[in-house]
């Protein structure tokens, strides 16, 4: 196994009396697909916030490449290459779809300019399927397209580390099929990827490994296929009658 390019050691974030990640510890090797999965309101999208600099952590490290990223703020925590999407979409509604994808360049680990950063970002939405729609305002794009769009601009960024929050949800099958494919090829250019995901099929099929949460807390890590069969997990997803 390859080293590890981000590490999470006994981060902890509290929110007053509600402690959302409690001690949590995992690592994420270089070139690695892993998912992290729970029920809801377990603490993964906590978790991606913490990573990304959206949020500090109460206490614990987070480093990337050796080095403390923890607490540190966002814009500065992205030129370092980690770049995420977002559960609830975020995209910039006064640019069009090709400004989107430059900014995300502009402000990313390794960043582009001028006329390379266009054409970068035009290649980039045709790669997520927004092919030639590149002047157009990001307002008349579907849910869907939007989220195609916020993934062209994180991959803008050049990142050393992709979060996924929940990309896969809302899309139909065939616009599933499509995105799986996209994440697996991500994958074999060596972005090393955390994917919180609800789409088993998607984890089952494209994880290399799993990091299961309930309750802000750590209760399964390891293969895949043996986490998914583990009697905690089913317990935590199903109830004590399933497990």
Known sequence: MSAAILSLDHATKAFGGLIAVNDLSFSLQDGE??????????????????????????????????????????????????ARTFQLVRILPSLTAEQNVVAGG???????????????????????????????PTSSMTYIDQKRLELARALAANPQVLLLDEWLAGLNPSELKIGIDLIRELRNDGISIIMVEHVMDAIRSLCDRCVVMSSGLKIADGDVHRVLA????????LGDDHA
Do not use: C, M
Not at 46 to 70: D, M, Q, R, Y
Not at 230 to 237: H, S
């Open 106 to 136: 502009v402000f990313g680990h390794v960043r582009g300019w001028g006329v390379e950063a266009h054409e970068r970002a035009r290649a980039l939405l045709e790669r997520v399927g927004l092919g030639g729609r590149g002047d157009s």
């Open 33 to 82: 697909l892993l998912g992290l999965i729970g029920p809801n309101g377990s603490g993964k999208t906590t978790v991606l916030n913490l990573i990304s600099g959206a949020l500090k952590p109460t206490s614990g490290s987070i480093s990337l490449g050796g080095s403390e990223i923890a607490g540190q703020p966002a814009h500065k925590i992205a030129r370092l290459g980690i």
């Open 230 to 237: 583990d009697p905690e997990v089913i317990r935590a997803y």
